[in-house]
T-cell receptor
Framework: TAGITQAPTSQILAAGRSMTLRCTQD?????MYWYRQDLGLGLRLIHY???????GKGEVPDGYSVSRANTDDFPLTLASAVPSQTSVYFC????????????FGSGTRLTVV | GENVEQHPSTLSVQEGDSAVIKCTYS??????FPWYKQELGKGPQLIID?????GEKKDQRIAVTLNKTAKHFSLHITETQPEDSAVYFC???????????FGTGTSLTVIP
């Protein structure tokens, strides 16, 4: 089934450690996104990529970095995790920017202790 | 920036009744309004969307209405079924760029 694959499904991470959340799509979508979902705050954009080779900052980018070496993959890296980064992380994609709905992955539940 | 408010935060209805979720937005330049359904342990799934040049859109038991003057849009689910139980999110964007602004979600429970 076409869609977005995220890994891992869940992770417990010690504060100060680094981690990369993986995201792969097979729909040949140009645009990809990382959101975090926190109770009472909804979904907030961390970083985005309009097309392979380009990235941009969203609403809450601090402490996160991304890369887009090719169309399919969009990893999210936490260089030095802090407890406030405990959240559920969703990767999403869309055919392009603008009036397109997103396809979301199933999420990664990250707990920083 | 845009501010999207969503109400109610929780909603319980009897099976077969209708459910209505309302969102307001602040940016008059917003022109694309999708709705997502999120089931437990899954990512949000796009269920319906509306563009600003349309006042209403229907897809079987689901409809969305848009009032640009009042800056609000609503999701209507008729003849609710237990499988409609989920968290529903509204969102708004200008239709350009990358910024979607999401509401905080409505947890809908359909009681059999």
């Amino acid at each position: 089934t076409a869609g977005i694959t995220q890994a891992p499904t869940s992770q417990i991470l010690a504060a100060g450690r680094s981690m990369t959340l993986r995201c792969t799509q097979d729909m040949r979508h140009n645009a990809m996104y990382w959101y975090r979902q926190d109770l009472g705050l909804g979904l907030r954009l961390i970083h985005y990529s309009n097309t392979a080779g380009t990235t941009g900052k969203g609403e809450v980018p601090d402490g996160y970095s991304v890369s887009r070496a090719n169309t399919d993959d969009f990893p999210l890296t936490l260089a030095s995790a802090v407890p406030s980064q405990t959240s559920v992380y969703f990767c999403a994609s869309s055919p392009g920017t603008g009036v397109y709905g997103y396809t979301f992955g199933s999420g990664t539940r990250l707990t920083v202790v | 920036g845009e501010n999207v408010e969503q109400h109610p935060s929780t909603l319980s209805v009897q099976e077969g009744d209708s459910a209505v979720i309302k969102c307001t937005y602040s940016d008059s330049a917003s022109n694309y309004f999708p709705w997502y359904k999120q089931e437990l342990g899954k990512g949000p799934q796009l269920i319906i969307d509306i563009r600003s040049n349309v006042g209403e859109k229907k897809d079987q038991r689901i409809a969305v209405t848009l009032n640009k003057t009042a800056k609000h849009f609503s999701l209507h689910i008729t003849e609710t079924q237990p499988e409609d139980s989920a968290v529903y999110f509204c969102a708004a964007s200008r239709g350009t760029g990358n910024q979607f602004y999401f509401g905080t979600g409505t947890s809908l429970t359909v009681i059999p």
